[in-house]
C-alpha cells in the first residue's frame, strides 16, 4: 500500500496522543475518525485539537483555515463506525497489553482486510499484539511522541511478521505527516524508551539517593549534553504511572538494569503521578 492509498485513518482512544495523532493526520489532508467508549472523552479531544488548530494557524504554521482542518475529524463511540472503510487503523488506548489485544481483535472482524493496524505502545511487542488479529503481515509499531503535532520523530516498529510492503507504506505514512521516521526491531523498548527509560530510571535514583535535587539532574542533562528537557521533567509529563508501568515491563524482559526505584513506587502510591496531578517531581 502505498501513502496515496492512505486516504482515511482510523484513531482509536481520545486521550493525549490519540487527539494529537488525529490532528496531525487532518492537517495533512486524511480523513479521520477518532473513536472513543467515552463521550466526554472525544468532546475534550475535540476541544483540544481545536485549540491547538486554532493556535498553529494564528502563527502562521498551517496555511488552512481551522474549521477546514477540523472538519476531517468525526467523533464516534462505535468501534465499527471507526474504523469502517480505514485504510489505517492506529490504537492509541492506555499500554496495556490485554486491552491492545481485545480491541485488535474485535477490530480485525470490521476493519477492512487491507486495512493496516498500527500500534502506538511505546514498549510492548508488536509481534504479539499482531499474532490475533488475522493479518500479522498487515499490523506494525507507529510510536508517535508527546505533543505529536510537534515531535518530530516517530518510531516505526517491525514486528517479526510485518511485511516490507507494510514497512514502506508506514514510511510513507510518516513522511506524508512531516514526521522524520525511524525504524526498529521489534525488541522491549525498542530504541527511543530503551533509552529514555534508563535515564529517567538512574535521575531517580539519583534523587532517591540524595545525589542532587531534581532541578539540579534536569539542569545537567539540559545545560551539559542539550537535552531539551530533563529526564524528570519528562517522567512529570509523561506520568509517574505510566513510566513505572514501563519500567516492571522492561525490567521482566530485560533485566535489573530496569528496576523501578523505590521512591518512584512511593510517589505513585501517594498520587504524584507528575502534571496531571498537580504534583510529581515538581509542582505545578
Not at 498487515?138 to 510485518?162: A, K, S
Request: a neutral charge.
Amino acid at each position: 500500500m502505498s501513502t496515496s492509498e492512505i486516504r482515511a485513518v482510523a484513531v482509536l482512544g481520545a486521550g493525549t496522543m490519540g487527539h494529537g495523532i488525529a490532528q496531525v493526520c487532518a492537517q495533512s489532508g486524511l480523513q479521520v475518525r477518532l473513536g472513543d467508549v467515552s463521550q466526554a472523552q472525544l468532546d475534550a479531544a475535540l476541544g483540544k485539537v481545536r485549540a491547538s488548530v486554532e493556535k498553529l494557524a494564528a502563527k502562521g504554521k498551517i496555511s488552512e483555515a481551522p474549521d477546514a482542518v477540523l472538519a476531517r475529524v468525526q467523533a464516534t463511540t462505535s468501534l465499527g463506525h471507526a474504523i469502517e472503510g480505514a485504510d489505517l487503523v492506529i490504537e492509541a488506548v492506555p499500554e496495556k497489553i490485554d486491552l491492545k489485544l481485545s480491541l485488535f481483535r474485535e477490530a480485525s472482524t470490521k476493519a477492512p482486510p487491507t486495512a493496516i493496524f498500527a500500534t502506538n505502545t511505546s514498549s510492548l511487542s508488536v509481534t504479539e499484539i499482531a499474532a490475533d488479529t488475522g493479518r500479522p503481515d498487515r499490523v506494525v509499531g507507529l510510536h508517535f511522541f508527546n505533543p505529536v503535532p510537534v515531535m518530530e520523530l516517530l518510531e516505526i516498529v517491525r514486528g517479526l511478521t510485518t511485511s516490507d510492503e507494510t514497512v514502506e507504506a508506514s514510511l510513507a505514512f510518516a513522511r506524508r505527516l512531516g514526521k522524520d521516521p525511524i525504524v526498529v526491531r521489534d525488541w522491549p523498548g525498542f530504541a527511543t524508551s530503551r533509552l529514555g527509560i534508563i535515564l529517567g530510571c538512574e535521575a531517580i535514583r539519583m534523587v532517591e539517593q540524595g545525589v542532587a535535587s531534581p532541578a539540579d539532574i534536569d539542569k545537567a542533562m539540559k545545560l551539559g549534553y542539550r537535552h531539551p528537557m530533563g529526564p524528570l521533567e519528562l517522567t512529570d509529563l509523561v506520568g509517574l504511572d505510566v513510566r513505572l508501568h514501563i519500567m516492571e515491563h522492561l525490567h521482566a524482559e530485560l533485566g535489573e538494569q530496569f528496576r523501578p526505584p523505590a521512591l518512584l513506587r512511593q510517589m505513585v502510591r501517594a498520587g504524584k503521578l507528575g502534571r496531571k496531578s498537580g504534583e510529581g517531581f515538581y509542582r505545578y
